[in-house]
């Protein structure tokens, strides 16, 4: 077969749907992540300058102005939704964890200054959000504490007991039964799950038709009478026999873990015979059959939910909680044949391979995703593969063997999947090779960020989506009510959880929780009392803390943008005035115009040149373009190689036609250059004394991908009680392999801090506060082990009298947990900010969640801390406070954010390393939020 005809439609008519939707491109500067959404699950709110500028391109991190709109692991939507907890409302988005946090809620700004920041018409210096943000001109649906819109609730003076519900139904009573296990194996090995458990129900009547089967393991009631039972299948479609055997393993009772697990098993299998589909990584349970359809862009959003049965202070709780999957209508094949409509034939394969591999796809006859990594051109439904057991089969004869799918259309080419590392390790176990996945793209359908790639700018999409996936409280607990009672009144299921002894709770299980007081925010000159909608006002008058005079910088543009460049030198001093930051005149300096080509170069040799003759402060620089290159090549010359602050400012910002817009915008630059001096905004008292606060974050090295980022940020003021300490900051970072899944180098990071706070201070923190970021509960044990022990270490090196009183938490952001408060209309709501919960649905002491955030659409979504170690003693409601307070202190926003903020800069610090400058920076920067 020839180049020309294999794995190409026959045909090359163009003629058909050349639309590919470019013509929905258009407005907007959304990010998404790898798996959907600009997730700010790390990024608690859309920052108002979480880099130097706007318009950044969907693979940058860094510093730029414009709001943190950075990629992380969240699917598009996850737990805040497209738009997340400060754009548009969000609240659950399309099958992920968490997204982006500011929203495509365009220049009105979203609920909290959305994808502007704090300040385009959405907060700082603007007129609230557009939906409920604070100052805005109304509330959002489904509001948050406070109502619609209105004033602000009253500071708090005291902290608050109140009662919330939460997305858990208790299980009335733990099953009493004896509970036996047995390992399945069949002879010839079985592939398909499906047909696995369809051959095993061929002899429920063995079991009484009480038994759980996962595809290996069974759990039954019923004793079988030999350890080692022998039976054989036949399967239906070709009437072969298959042999199976099945040994007992162990007998459990009801107290055992594997009852849990059981017990999860069952109920997910309620889920099935609900109509419902198990589908994606984090293992939700859709209705495909039921989906949401949106032909105006050939996509469909499908509702799910996700449930699991845990222990929770002796008692057994269901948690539920919803998700959302969007789906292409087309399949891989007819997007492969619409781009060969719309290139010429020696684009084909080009095209192909740049949209499609790197992106997600579902196959649509079980369900599973899939990541695609290249296109075998030479392999088609014909070919053959080996099976397990040595045989050779062809793929068009495999589909219809196991699924009784007839392939169409036998020259296109195959998808390949490679084999991830839990793949590799089950295929060493078992002595088989290791093999890539091979799928037929007629059989695949695209799902995550690739869908939205193409309606980024499209604010009409984005509301249509919002209107299917945006939940206020009331909405939401009506959903899982309506969930449960679905599965339980399903003849079924009902008889399954009848002979398991299962049993609900018809409504959600309501605990007891704890209102922080609300904090004071200091400036200078003045203070927020009402800070429970952030403190933007007191942010237009405000003097900050601490300033650094600016006396010596430098700013380069390009030739065709002098006059804006002369336009944001005296804006900058202008607005700069009232902070108590002072700026003069910076030098100016013109490069030589690119034409077409990059400016990279440009930039770089023109700031080495120009730094050689003086020594700036920090150097400015108006960028033509959203280029990445241009802007990794400013960040590494300037954060490696010269120890220099940079800012970095799209020309577009600088808009001579809206001066109100672009003054807003350069006094967040002004701002943020304050910070990257190292310089103060803001503070809030801190009632203790010599306290250090730690946050820990991880990232991946997007160059080396066998590398990660580990940073470490620790504050350095402290020494006196009720005073507004932790706002100066010592940061560090360093590569290490990725297979090492603990931070490395923490001893020595700790020892520099600890010497830097005795520089700073003339004593050691008698307090010391750690927030690690990214662990999930299986590794809890090797975080001990590891990091905390390496803490432990650099304390003994500095004095071996030295021991400070430590607590190291464990924050997590991607937990299901959800809470709400009742009002005087007894309809549910977001509870207010402030709300710490560590009762009812926590595990274990030391474990809480705190709302740290509002939100006014939508449901808001708490943070998890887990206490690994305490030796400072406190009380709980006091390291509840203590985390609130901190959450306080993120400067590139002027509200709480999700987590304390020396946690966030880690992240920030760990991004801009992993994704720009791919070496650690220069110690001359270890003192500064250079990485905003």
């Known amino acids: 077969m020839s180049d020309r005809t294999r794995g190409r439609p026959r045909s090359r008519s163009r003629s058909g749907d050349r639309r590919s939707f470019r013509d929905d491109r258009r407005g907007g500067e959304h990010r998404y992540g790898e798996r959907g959404g600009y997730d700010q699950s790390r990024d608690p709110r859309q920052s108002f300058g979480g880099r130097d500028e706007s318009n950044r391109p969907p693979h940058r991190s860094g510093d730029r102005y414009g709001g943190d709109r950075e990629r992380d692991r969240s699917s598009y939507g996850g737990d805040r939704g497209y738009g997340g907890e400060r754009g548009y409302g969000g609240d659950r988005g399309y099958g992920g964890d968490r997204s982006g946090r500011g929203g495509y809620s365009g ?23 557009g939906r409920g943000g604070f100052g805005g001109d109304r509330g959002g649906r489904g509001g948050g504490f406070g109502g619609r819109g209105g004033p ?260 296109q080419p195959l998808l390949v999947s490679l ?24 059989l695949c359908l695209s799902t995550g960020t690739i869908l939205l790639k193409k309606f980024e700018k499209d604010f009409a999409m984005k509301k249509d989506l919002d209107a299917i996936t945006k939940l206020n409280p009331q909405i939401r607990i009506d959903r899982l009510r309506k969930f449960l009672d679905k599965i339980t009144r399903q003849p079924e299921a009902r008889k399954d959880l009848e002979n398991w002894q299962m049993e609900f709770s018809t409504d959600v299980v309501k605990t007891s929780a704890t209102v922080q007081a609300t904090i004071t925010v200091q400036f200078k000159n003045t203070s927020s009392t009402n800070t429970e909608r952030g403190w933007n006002n007191a942010m237009k008058d405000g003097v900050h803390l601490a300033s650094v005079p600016l006396r010596n910088w430098i700013i380069f543009f390009m030739p065709r943008d002098e006059q ?52 700036p402060q920090i150097v400015l620089c108006i960028l033509p373009n959203t280029a990445k290159d241009v ?81 470490f940020v620790a504050s350095l003021n402290g020494t006196q009680e009720n005073r507004l300490n932790c706002t100066k900051y010592f940061s560090r970072c360093q590569l290490h392999p990725t297979d090492d899944e603990f931070c490395s180098g923490l001893e020595v990071f700790m020892l520099d801090a600890l010497y830097k706070y005795f520089e700073r201070n003339n004593t050691y923190p008698d307090r010391i506060f750690i927030y690690r970021d990214g662990v999930s ?48 209309r007894n309809d549910f709501q977001n509870p207010p900010i402030g709300t710490a919960i560590d009762t009812g649905v926590t595990k274990n002491a030391g474990e809480f969640y705190l709302i740290s955030q509002s939100t006014n659409q939508g449901t808001v979504s708490p943070t998890h801390f887990h206490v690994l170690k305490d030796t400072n003693e406190l009380p709980a409601d006091k390291l509840q406070n203590i985390t609130y307070r901190f959450t306080h202190l993120y400067y590139n926003w002027p509200a709480q954010i999700r987590v304390p903020a020396p946690c966030h800069y880690a992240t920030k610090l760990a991004r801009m390393v992993g994704e720009s400058l791919h070496r650690p920076h220069a110690p001359s920067l270890d003192d500064k939020l250079f990485y905003l």
């Open 107 to 129: 220049d009105r700004g979203g609920d909290r200054g959305g994808d502007r920041g704090y300040g385009d018409r959405g907060g700082y210096g603007g007129r609230g959000g």
């Open 152 to 411: 602000p609730p009253p500071p708090r003076t005291e902290a608050e007991k109140i009662e919330v519900y939460t997305n858990y139904f208790e299980l009335c009573s733990r099953p009493n039964w004896t509970l036996h296990q047995y390992h399945v194996d069949f002879d010839p090995p079985i592939e398909s799950k499906r047909l696995r458990v369809g051959l095993m129900r061929q002899h429920d009547h063995l079991f009484s038709n009480v038994k759980a089967f996962d595809g290996f393991i069974l759990y039954s009631l019923v004793k079988l009478d030999n350890n080692v039972t022998e039976l054989q299948s036949i399967k239906q479609f070709d009437q072969k026999t298959v042999n199976i055997k099945i040994t007992l393993t162990k007998t459990l009772s009801p107290e055992d873990r594997e009852c849990i697990k059981l017990l999860n098993v069952v109920f997910k299998r309620c889920l099935t015979k609900s109509k419902f589909v198990e589908f994606g990584r984090e293992r939700a349970y859709f209705d495909f059959e039921n989906m949401h359809e949106l032909p105006k862009y050939h996509l469909k959003v499908a509702s799910g939910y996700k449930a699991s049965i845990e222990v929770y202070q002796s008692k057994l709780l269901l948690c539920t909680e919803i998700a959302h999957k969007l789906i292409n209508f087309d399949t891989v094949w007819d997007v492969m044949e619409r781009l060969y409509r719309d290139c010429r034939p020696d684009e084909y394969k080009d095209m192909c391979m740049n949209q499609l591999v790197g992106t997600t796809v579902m196959t649509n006859y079980n369900k599973k995703t899939y990541k695609i990594d290249d296109i075998y051109w030479d392999q088609t439904p014909e070919c053959k593969f080996q099976k397990r057991d040595g045989s050779q089969i062809t793929f068009a004869d495999y589909y219809y063997e196991n699924y009784k799918i007839k392939i169409r259309n036998m020259r």
């Open 419 to 442: 084999p991830k590392e839990k793949d590799k390790n089950r295929a060493k176990n078992a002595n088989e090779p290791v093999r890539p996945i091979l799928l037929v793209p007629e």
């Open 777 to 824: 509960d299986g590794q809890f044990r090797k975080v001990e082990d590891n990091e905390i022990s390496q803490l432990n270490a650099a304390f003994s090196k500095i004095n071996e009298n030295y021991n400070p009183k430590t607590t190291f938490f464990v924050v997590k952001k991607r937990g299901t947990a959800r809470f709400f408060l009742k009002d005087n």
């Open 564 to 615: 804006r460049a002369n336009m944001l030198m005296s804006e900058l001093q202008s607005v700069s005035d009232p902070m108590g930051f002072r700026i003069d005149r910076a030098q100016m300096i013109r490069l030589p115009d690119s034409g077409r080509g990059s400016s990279a170069v440009l930039f770089a040799s023109g700031i080495k040149e120009a730094v050689q003759s003086s020594n």
């Open 631 to 711: 802007y990794d090549s400013i960040k590494q010359t300037c954060c490696i190689d010269l120890g220099l602050p940079s800012q970095c400012v799209t020309s577009n910002l600088i808009n001579t036609h809206n001066m109100n817009k672009t003054k807003s915008a350069i006094t967040k630059i002004a701002i943020q250059m304050n910070c990257k001096l190292g310089g103060e905004i803001w503070g809030v008292t801190i009632p203790m004394k010599n306290i250090m606060v730690i946050g820990i974050d991880l990232n991946k090295d997007s160059n080396k991908k066998n590398m990660s980022v580990v940073a």
